[in-house]
């Protein structure tokens, strides 16, 4: 992706923080259940195992995006995820990376 991740991911971890370039208009999940027959949300939509979800907006500007994933056991148990999404004040880098001069005659 496009982006970079505070830590790795652990099923035992519920908060996560992923930073995005200011380009970065939206962004999709593609969780995976532990069992299968587990039910999966994010931000209340139902999102199937393995697939990547519809695409999330992330706010205009810069600022923190919120997402909720919960995934909800056969037995009825949910344990909630949560990931921030932050995305970044755009550039303010207006040097040159390099200059070539080519002479003609």
Do not use: H
């Amino acid at each position: 992706g496009n982006g970079t991740w505070d830590r790795e991911f652990n099923p035992k971890v519920l908060n996560y923080t992923y930073t995005v370039p200011n380009t970065v208009e939206s962004i999709t999940i593609t969780p995976e259940a532990n069992f299968k027959m587990s039910k999966i949300t994010i931000n209340g939509k139902e999102c199937k195992s393995n697939e990547k979800s519809a695409p999330i907006p992330l706010k205009v500007g810069i600022g923190k995006n919120e997402i909720t994933i919960e995934v909800t056991a056969e037995n009825g148990d949910v344990q909630k995820y949560t990931v921030i999404v932050v995305r970044l004040a755009p550039s303010d880098d207006n040097s040159l990376k390099s200059l070539r001069l080519s002479g003609y005659g």
